[in-house]
């Protein structure tokens, strides 16, 4: 086995070893004040990527008004959605316990309002605020602030997965350090997912390999905002149209309903297929027996649209594959029996009869009579082969799809531990169906944050899908000069890709780039050593952190030869490629010590 290969693969960045994680106070920060000006009772709406960002937001906002918290109301998991009634809404995904105790010295957080408060909101009496997407801090201390000190409690209605601006004023540059203590801190998931999470992880490792974790992003939200549906046939289009129509009706798509799919595609706007993601790995030299672990829960299209992934490589795993359906249902606790929304029998038809009056009424012969309306069944009209001919409404959910969509958020608390803690993460898409970062820009964000330097490729679909589009009718015998232009796009979108995180999603979320914030001070060090204040260590960032020029990949590196095993069209996807006639492609360790060298001169990763 060759060591340069197995070091390039999944080696460190170097450049990112210098980023170490630190969300501790850095300037005068104290407790939090034991007279409060009232309480703020959240109701957080939205999946598991919104949910989190929200809280986060949520924590700095009571910081912000010096208000008492009470723990967040996750909507999708309270018990109206027929979840087990021994977790309340909150408990039910994350440690309660935990997030009271983590944020004890930045704000005072209660389990419940006080029994007269309790009453109040009941009879709906405290006043309530939707909270607009991306809030300025301006209006909570100007229009939510008075309204607090005046009842003493008020209602946030949090839906849009953000309720206060991603980037802060410089002045409130501890705030987004709060926003880190939370998300990487404070946020741990309940104890049953947490240990199923490790379990998993455990047997992923265990064959003493390292893993890649691919993030899909293909749900039917994304595709229908961004104008996809053409990627699809049959009814996974219709499916799709159908939910742009419902969005544009709403306001959330302002474009046409009908767009030229592949136009989306060739612009970057759409995901990276399944396909795609193989043919790009194989490209980067990562071998046929890697394994793969897909997260992120569902993929639009079903199992199907993961064929040709798993004609690529062949151990592609998830969370049912590496756990048992008794270990998934744990997580569930005891759920109340919901009989009349599984799948039913169909009712027998009754065959009306009436012989006396066929016989006896008018003149022979007749005509025969109309046939009779073709019966509807239950089965036959739940689900798109009902809904989606029948009416341009998206219909109500039932219960059991309630109760799915909580499920939906354990499924992906297990995959995002897993993702964060993976050896190398690749997304294939990195927006939700409203056009903000999702579920795999949070999977980055904490992974830049935790252990930078783990590999994390961004890739530049527009770059990307230009390159496929060069020889998307040779993909499987794709010559040398484009496999090289593969992994040169690869290897810079390491640390090339952290500038547009840092220019377009962290203007949206912070947590997809929680640095250098949460990493490192740009300032100097006397100042930064007068500003910690004996909290810590702080770590000084990186020259090339000081100017997006010195951020870039510099271009002798762009330049550098792979150095792989010269691979070319015939040993792209040959399953034994590794065993060559000795000579042929395989390096000694002096020629790989002396390019080992000469990338750590060229400021490379490994």
Known sequence: MQIFPQLRLWGPVRRLEALHPDAN????YPDPSLQSNGFIFVRIQGGFHEIRNSICDVVVIARLLNATLVVPEIQSTTSSKGISSQFKSFSYLYNEDQFIAALTRDIKVVKTLPRNLKGARRKKEIPSFKAPYLASPYFYRHNVLPVLKKHSVVELVVS??????????PNLEEYQRLRCRVAFHALRFRVEVQDL?????????????PFIAYYPGMTREALAYYGCAELFQDVHNELIQHKRLWMRRRGIVKGKLSVNSED????????????????????RGYSWDTIIYVSGGEVFGGQRTLIPLHATFENVVDRTSLSTPWELN?????????????????????????????NTIGPRPRPLPPPPARPKYPHNIEGWWGWVAESDIEPESTVMELRTNAHKLLWEAIDYFISVEADVFIPG??????????????????????SASLKTYRPDRKVMETLLAETREHLYQANYTWLRSIRQHLRKSLLDGLIEASTVSKSISFLSHPVPECACSRQDSDQSQAQAGGLGVVHRCP???HSQSGFRSKDKQTEEEDDEDESTSELFFGYKSENRVEGSGEMNSKEAILLNDQEELDGGER
């Not at 989306?264 to 490209?283: D, F, T, Y």
Request: hydrophobic share 35%; aromatic share 6%; with cysteine.
């Open 197 to 209: 999470a490790t379990k998993i992880l455990h047997r992923l490792r265990a064959p003493g390999r």
């Open 330 to 358: 744990r997580l569930y606790g005891r759920e109340i029996n919901v009989g009349g929304n599984y799948p039913r029998s169909p009712p027998s038809i009754l065959k009306e009869s009436k012989p006396d009056a066929w």
């Open 429 to 450: 898409f990195d927006r939700d169906g409203k056009g903000h970062p999702n579920f795999a820009s949070l999977v980055m964000g904490h992974r830049l944050y935790q």
């Open 160 to 169: 849009d997965g953000g309720c206060l601006q991603a980037l802060l004023p």
């Open 264 to 283: 989306q595609r060739l612009n970057g706007s759409c995901p990276l297929m399944p396909e795609e993601v193989g043919i790009l790995l194989r490209a």
């Open 543 to 545: 020259i090339w952190m």
């Open 25 to 28: 106070p850095r300037q005068h």
